[in-house]
């Protein structure tokens, strides 16, 4: 199995509250990569890094930001959580067309 | 824009059955096309892809073909067992830059024994 790890795996947090959750890689992919998952949407990407300091927006990027300091972790940000942020946020790394994926993490906002 | 469409579930089998997922793609360049699995409670696991046209991609006995005349990228298993209980999705992917995955909405099956 790849070496990706997420923390935490589950949160539970108030409407207007900062969240990170954080990717940890051991395998120094180039391309790290997060999304979120939803009943009947399948996974739908936020935001995707292509190397250190290097990102852009992905589909569903509205009220998340992200962050990549070093090759091996990948920080996802929500500023002012909303209950519509509320899902299971998955994080993934590639080197070529094969995507490997982390845990999840479970959030829920209230 | 790209996307995928996966026939409606839950699926729900009883075991040794024949399984079709059918899974067709819109997509403006030659993408690159995968099924991932996802048993409960854990993230997603690469079932099998493929690269090109006519292409078959094989794993765990389930198989599926390449077929651009079709737009189509149909999972198949000749008999499924309880085990193979889980959520399907079919994914494509463009080959140039950060190769972002865009999936269908996702297939749950249920093996009955």
């Known amino acids: 199995d790849a070496g990706i790890t997420q923390s935490p795996r589950h949160k539970v947090t108030e409407t207007g509250t900062p969240v990170t959750l954080r990717c940890h890689q051991t395998?120094?992919?180039?391309?790290m990569y997060w999304y979120r998952q939803d009943p009947g949407h399948g996974l739908r990407l936020i935001h995707y890094?292509?190397?250190?300091?290097?990102?852009d927006k992905g589909e569903v990027s509205d009220g998340y930001s992200v962050s990549r300091s070093k090759t091996e972790d990948f920080l996802l940000t929500l500023e002012s959580a909303t209950s519509s942020q509320t899902s299971v946020y998955f994080c993934?790394?590639?080197?070529?067309?094969?995507?490997?994926f982390g845990p999840g993490t479970r959030l829920t906002v209230t | 824009g790209d996307s995928v469409t996966q026939m409606e579930g839950p699926v729900t089998l009883s075991e040794e059955a024949f399984l079709t997922i059918n899974c067709t793609y819109t997509a403006t360049g030659y993408p690159s096309l995968f099924w991932y699995v996802q048993y409960p409670g854990e993230g997603l696991q690469l079932l099998l892809k493929?690269?090109?046209?006519?292409d078959k991609g094989s794993n765990k006995g389930f198989e599926a073909t390449y077929r651009k005349e079709t737009t189509s990228f149909h999972l198949e298993k000749g008999s499924v067992q309880v085990s193979d209980s889980a959520v399907y999705f079919c994914?494509?992917?463009?080959?140039?830059?950060?190769?972002?995955?865009?999936f269908g909405q996702g297939t749950r099956l249920t093996i009955n024994p």
């Open positions: 994914a494509l992917t463009l080959p140039q830059g950060a190769q972002k995955l865009v």
């Open positions: 493929a690269t090109k046209a006519d």
């Open positions: 890094s292509y190397g250190v300091k290097d990102t």
């Open positions: 993934a790394i590639s080197e070529s067309s094969e995507q490997y």
């Open positions: 395998e120094n992919h180039r391309y």
